[in-house]
């Protein structure tokens, strides 16, 4: 199955992918990881993304598109995959879509997980505390949620046009969060 995960910084869509690459058998591609791993590797890319990412703003449509496109390419992704915070404007979502057209690879469910701001705030305070993620902290999280709001929220409507879109309530246990989305994909597929 090729899957969309939408939602704010801190809503869950890496938490909910670990399982669902494991329950559909397909492949997980987080855009942020990609990001984190260039910057952890201190490639020239990263030491670009670095300042961007630690600022709360989104890292240039044609450096992640680059990264994308070179992730996709790899054999795991026959499969299917599930797309962890990409697109995350609706410039990502038209390259995209020109993309997966392009390759015959359409997708099939998008699904976005709908969390308040104020239990985002709280997630990623609690994961500033322990892991200490530079863009985690409580005034670069305000940030990125406005981001959020002005660039990425269009992209759900995007999809909904398309009859792709799929909104699950993303506050709960993560289990049962879990439960709700592949509920979801399920029936859709039957349907
Ligand atoms: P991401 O890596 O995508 O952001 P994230 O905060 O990890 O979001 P996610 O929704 O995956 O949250 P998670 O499951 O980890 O992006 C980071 C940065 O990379 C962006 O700000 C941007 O600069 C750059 N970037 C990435 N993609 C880009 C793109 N396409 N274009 C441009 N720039 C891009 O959950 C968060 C926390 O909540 C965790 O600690 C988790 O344990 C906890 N949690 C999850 N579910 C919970 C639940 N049900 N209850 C309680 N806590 C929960």
């Known amino acids: 199955m090729r899957i969309v995960l939408l939602g704010a910084p801190g809503s869950g869509k890496g938490t909910q992918a670990k399982r669902l690459k494991v329950e559909l058998g397909v492949?997980?591609?987080?855009?942020?990881?990609?990001?984190?791993?260039?910057?952890?590797?201190?490639?020239?890319?990263?030491?670009?993304?670095?300042?961007?990412?630690?600022?709360?703003?989104?890292?240039?449509?044609?450096i992640?598109?680059?990264?994308?496109?070179?992730?996709?390419?790899?054999?795991?992704t026959k499969s299917g995959f599930i797309l962890d915070g990409y697109p995350r404007n609706l410039a990502q979502a038209n390259a995209l879509d020109a993309l997966l057209t392009r390759v015959g690879q359409p997708l099939e469910a998008v699904v976005k997980l709908n969390v308040p701001d104020a239990a985002i705030v709280k997630r990623c305070e609690t994961r500033f505390e322990?892991?200490?993620?530079?863009?985690?902290?409580?005034?670069?999280?305000?940030?990125?949620?406005?981001?959020?709001?002005?660039?990425?929220?269009?992209?759900?409507?995007?999809?909904?046009?398309?009859?792709?879109?799929?909104?699950?309530?993303?506050?709960?246990?993560?289990?049962?969060?879990?439960?709700?989305?592949?509920?979801?994909?399920?029936?859709r597929t039957r349907a």
């Open 64 to 76: 992640v598109l680059g990264l994308l496109e070179e992730r996709l390419a790899e054999p795991d």
């Open 27 to 62: 492949a997980h591609i987080s855009t942020g990881d990609l990001l984190r791993a260039a910057v952890k590797a201190g490639t020239p890319l990263g030491v670009k993304a670095k300042a961007v990412m630690e600022a709360g703003q989104l890292v240039s449509d044609d």
């Open 130 to 187: 322990q892991e200490h993620r530079a863009d985690d902290n409580p005034e670069t999280v305000r940030k990125r949620l406005a981001v959020y709001a002005e660039q990425t929220a269009p992209v759900a409507d995007f999809y909904a046009q398309r009859g792709l879109l799929t909104e699950i309530d993303g506050v709960g246990a993560i289990e049962a969060i879990g439960d709700r989305v592949l509920a979801a994909l399920r029936s």
